[in-house]
């Protein structure tokens, strides 16, 4: 596709319940990352994906939180039992390298996540 | 660790004021370096990026940033602001070492007409 597309845009879930949050990366970027953004404060990275696999999960803050990507496309984080702390943009990238290779980086507009 | 810090939190500016908003990191290797702006309900966009070469780079809308290497900053400036230069300035960093790309905390940007 022309940019990074997440679904849904918008979120409002009961604390307790499980979502699953989605990622389309351009076609072709091989590298794909989940970033999470709090009301007022930068941007918390997540997890990196090269290719299927993923090389760096230090980001993800709890058990709850997990990230599968299937096919070098989609991804989608999962949040299990949600807490009112999960509220937060979540935002999804992809580039077409790895880190450091001089490759720039596209974001998609986010999943804005309110847990209630 | 490798770490990107954003001294300025809130910056408010009149229109056609001057605007430097400062960006340090904390990584002695090889770094690329970026800002992003994200305006009122939109989704972040690239504002100019340095890979190598010269220090000096120039983006969109007028913005231009400086690799300064032995201050390990890359501040970002432009000359005379506009209304609609309203948003958050966020910098970013990656190399091959941090395997990701690191934000700032950002800068809030408000213009008054």
């Known amino acids: 596709g022309a940019g990074v597309s997440q679904s849904p845009s918008n979120k409002v879930t009961e604390k307790g319940k499980d979502v699953e949050l989605r990622c389309d990366p351009i076609?072709?970027?091989?590298?794909l990352y989940w970033y999470r953004q709090r009301l007022g404060q930068g941007l918390e990275f997540l997890i990196y994906?090269?290719?299927?696999?993923?090389?760096?999960k230090s980001g993800l803050p709890s058990d709850r939180f997990s990230a599968e990507r299937t096919g070098e496309s989609v991804s989608t984080l999962t949040i299990q039992r949600t807490q009112q702390e999960d509220s937060a943009v979540y935002l999804c990238?992809?580039?077409?390298?790895?880190?450091?290779?001089?490759?720039?980086?596209?974001f998609g507009s986010g999943t804005r996540l309110t847990v209630v | 660790a490798q770490s990107v810090s954003q001294h300025n939190h809130h910056v408010i500016l009149s229109e056609a004021a001057s605007l430097e908003l400062g960006c340090n990191y904390s990584y002695g290797g090889t770094v690329n370096l970026f800002w992003y702006v994200q305006y009122p309900g939109q989704h972040l966009q690239l504002l100019l990026k340095?890979?190598?070469?010269?220090?000096l780079v120039k983006g969109i809308k007028g913005f231009e940033a400086e690799f300064i290497k032995s201050k390990f900053s890359f501040n970002l400036r432009k000359p005379s602001v506009q209304w609609s230069d309203t948003a958050e300035y966020f910098c970013a960093l990656d190399s091959s070492n941090t395997g990701k790309l690191i934000f700032g905390q950002g800068t809030t940007l408000q213009v008054k007409p």
């Open positions: 340095y890979f190598s070469g010269d220090p």
């Open positions: 990238a992809s580039s077409l390298g790895a880190p450091g290779m001089n490759y720039g980086y596209t």
């Open positions: 076609s072709g970027h091989t590298a």
């Open positions: 994906f090269q290719g299927n696999s993923a090389p760096d």
